[in-house]
């Protein structure tokens, strides 16, 4: 078992950033991919980033290239989303998630793929 935690959610405005971190605790962290995903209610949860085991490979939505960037530090168990130029459309809950095994960009990017899921925390950007 793996019990994942974000954290760093809040209101900001348009064009601001927040810095999201995803706190794991279980299983060695280091033998799990980490992806984001987020959802708004009514629409389906959708993949943001994703970042390899030790951090070499990662990808992203063409939503927030350029503007959001994932890392880890497996020594703190720790994953983080930085994002910038934060929109309104951004707004959403965002959950991290952890797999283990195999990870590419389609398989990073699909939901079911991943094992574990954190309770999510609420990014809100205002216009």
């Known amino acids: 078992q793996v019990q994942l935690i974000e954290s760093g959610g809040g209101l900001v405005q348009a064009g601001g950033s927040l810095r999201l971190s995803c706190t794991a605790s279980?299983?060695?962290?280091?033998?799990?991919?980490i992806g984001w995903f987020r959802q708004v209610i009514g629409k389906e949860r959708e993949f943001v980033a994703a970042?390899?085991?030790?951090?070499?490979?990662?990808y992203y939505a063409d939503s927030v290239l350029g503007r959001f960037a994932i890392s880890r530090d497996n020594a703190k168990n720790t994953a983080w989303l930085q994002m910038n130029s934060l929109k309104p459309e951004d707004t959403a809950v965002y959950y991290c998630a952890a797999k283990s095994l195999t990870f590419s960009r389609d398989i990073a990017a699909t939901t079911w793929r991943y094992n574990y899921w954190g309770q999510g925390t609420q990014v809100t950007v205002s216009s």
């Open positions: 279980g299983r060695p962290f280091s033998n799990y991919n």
């Open positions: 970042i390899g085991l030790s951090g070499g490979g990662t």
